[in-house]
């Protein structure tokens, strides 16, 4: 769900509970404003009706207690009814035994009216309430409900949401660390390397400082030896697919190379508003062909390792690029060494001597386009190839000297406005 899209929906939200408050108190005062006027009506008619009822029956007789109790009509408007004659009380609401002094609040009104009826004078006092509580759970029961139905729609649409989204890849939840010691390989036996770079010089072309500020590895020159080991393999650049059908490739299930960029920069905002990491993993066998039949093991393996197919992605005509969430750069080094071991026990099992190497980029807390992070997986890549005892490295970038390149490139682009 798109940032516009959640204001829009917070807004919405916002203003139906604002909406149902408002009409709520309202709606209460409403009727408190207009108790007097509703409240004096229905007394005058009481006592009309009163009068009438005693002028034709006697007090203590059925036929009179049937016409009062018409005439009082809704017992829940009245806090108190009391009907007495000269020498006794003839009638009392609700109970005898509560006084009438009791009763009376200040969102009641009482009225008190004396006539006479056949020679015989009653006084009728009557307390009406100016805001019935019977009003009050109507208005506050609509209110609710309106409330509540916003409330369910937003739970609702949370959880669809939440389920979703793919669950995050459990982490260690601290911190990276930045100056971690190298990592050492475990399957293959081999080093995963990652060099510190000192830092450049200030007049160094603005191109070579992108990559030496917040970069820790050495871009180094290629060799110049014409060993036949997989160092002198060339980097392989990816060769975009010429209208692809559909988001996945038909051949190895993945997504198709072209759409990586546009998919790792949305999955680095969603990293950045979750302050998560997120590693970039560039796989690449020399020689292989998508439609060589070790190629469907390796990606058989590669799903299971990554449990996503949309985070996995074709890399060139012989390599693979996968996304992990919530991955530090020094965890991502471990899998990685893990994911070789698998894909290198793949190839042994097959009867070939390919060989693979991994290039790794992470976030590492900086606010970077996907296109940057694939340019620094692919350097990484790159070196891996050139050190055959290494077929693994990663791309560490040094916190505190991409922060003070991006306070001095803000300070440059402010000068130059």
Known sequence: MKSKSIFIYSFIIA??????????????????????ERTGYEFDTLVRDTSVALSSYDASSPEFNT??????GNYEDYSFITL???????????DASVSAVQNVSRFCRVYSS????????????????????????????????????????????????????????????????YYAPPVTGSGSGSESREEEQPAPDENEPFEEKIVS????????????????????????????????????????????????????????????????????????????????????????????????KDMLFEYGTDGFAAIKENTAVDEAVSFADTLYTGISGILKESGTDLKCAVGISSRSVRMLQGSRLIQEAAEALEHAFREPDSPIIAFRANADKYRKFIETEAKNQGKTD
């Open 15 to 36: 203003f139906v509970f604002a909406a149902a408050v408002i009409f709520f108190c309202y709606s209460l005062g409403h009727e408190y404003a207009n108790g007097s």
């Open 67 to 72: 016409l009062f109790n018409k005439a009082c």
């Open 84 to 94: 007495k004659n000269e020498s006794a009380l003839l009638y009392v609401y609700p």
């Open 114 to 177: 004396s006539f006479t009826s056949n020679g015989i004078s009653y006084v009728l006092t009557a307390s009406l309430y100016l805001l019935r509580p019977a009003s009050i759970f109507y208005y506050a029961r609509f209110s609710f409900l309106i409330i509540l139905a916003a409330t369910v729609f937003s739970v609702i649409l949370i959880l669809y949401l939440h389920l979703s989204e793919r669950p995050s890849d459990a982490g260690t939840g601290q911190e990276p660390e």
């Open 213 to 308: 500020e917040d970069a820790s590895i050495s871009i180094e020159k290629p060799q110049t030896d014409t060993d036949v080991s997989s160092s002198a393999v060339p980097l392989q650049k990816v060769v975009p697919q010429v209208n692809p059908e559909g988001l996945f490739s038909p051949v190895t299930g993945f997504g198709w190379g072209q759409y990586l960029e546009t998919r790792l920069d949305s999955e680095l905002v969603r990293a950045a508003s979750s302050e998560q990491d997120l590693s970039l993993f560039i796989i690449r066998i020399p020689a292989l062909a998508f439609t060589d039949a070790v190629t469907l093991k390796i990606c058989t393996y590669l799903l299971e390792q990554f449990q996503f």
